[in-house]
């Protein structure tokens, strides 16, 4: 089975922190990307990486850098966190060669106060 | 870009009668379009996709139909049960940019 896991379920950090959240999959996946879930909003594509190193940008990648620097390991990086940002963030990993089904984390849930 | 938009955001059936959720998305050259269901405290998981050379795709109690020239796909569950309770996603893709466009969700609530 595949298994993509997030680094923590629940995190609390304070305005103005840098904050990491972390994703690995077992898989060998090829493509990861980083979403965030917002009541009403639906998941949204902050960005995503197709290979070691490198990345994209989705629909909502202001105040997020991403990191790629094992296959297995996407990180999420919000340089200075805001209160804007309290919200659920989901990895998903894919392996385009084999179709394109995501697999998903079970998500961060990140409270900025 | 695409744009994927579901209705309608609620619905409550009672155990045993069928749901219908609806979507349509607006760039025509989206070819894939698969359906995800999330539970509560999971991520997202996939149920069924349907190809754009396909109009309708069944797997047990739930089908997926595609209209292309409408630019709409449905998803329906049959003799719905306590456990098909979730959110559901629709989402559209063109194969070549691994980018999957998803809809806001649908909570399905399915009443014993």
């Known amino acids: 089975d595949v298994k993509v896991t997030q680094s923590s379920r629940y995190l609390v950090k304070r305005t103005g922190e840098k904050v990491f959240l972390e994703c690995v999959q077992d898989?060998?996946?090829?493509?990861m990307f980083w979403y965030r879930q917002d009541p009403g909003l639906g998941l949204r594509l902050i960005y995503f990486?197709?290979?070691?190193?490198?990345?994209e940008k989705g629909d909502i990648p202001e105040g997020y850098s991403v990191s790629r620097e094992k296959k297995e390991r996407f990180s999420l990086i919000l340089e200075s966190a805001s209160t804007n940002q309290t919200s659920m963030y989901l990895c998903?990993?894919?392996?385009?060669?084999?179709?394109?089904?995501?697999?998903f984390g079970p998500g961060t849930r990140l409270t900025v106060t | 870009g695409e744009n994927v938009e579901q209705h309608p955001s609620t619905l409550s059936v009672q155990e045993g009668d069928s749901a219908v959720i609806k979507c349509t998305y607006s760039?025509?050259?989206?070819?894939?379009f698969p359906w995800y269901k999330q539970e509560l405290g999971k991520g997202p998981q996939l149920i069924i996709d349907?190809?754009?050379?396909?109009g309708e795709k069944k797997d047990q109690r739930i089908a997926v139909t595609l209209n292309k020239t409408a630019k709409h796909f449905s998803l329906h569950i049959t003799e719905t049960q306590p456990e098909d309770s979730a959110v559901y996603f629709c989402?559209?893709?063109?194969?070549?940019?691994?980018?999957?466009?998803f809809g806001k969700g649908n909570q399905v609530v399915v009443i014993p």
């Open positions: 990486s197709y290979d070691v190193k490198m990345k």
């Open positions: 898989m060998d996946h090829e493509n």
């Open positions: 349907i190809r754009s050379n396909v």
């Open positions: 989402a559209a893709s063109n194969y070549g940019n691994n980018r999957l466009a």
């Open positions: 760039d025509s050259a989206s070819n894939y």
């Open positions: 998903a990993s894919s392996f385009p060669r084999k179709g394109y089904e995501q697999y």
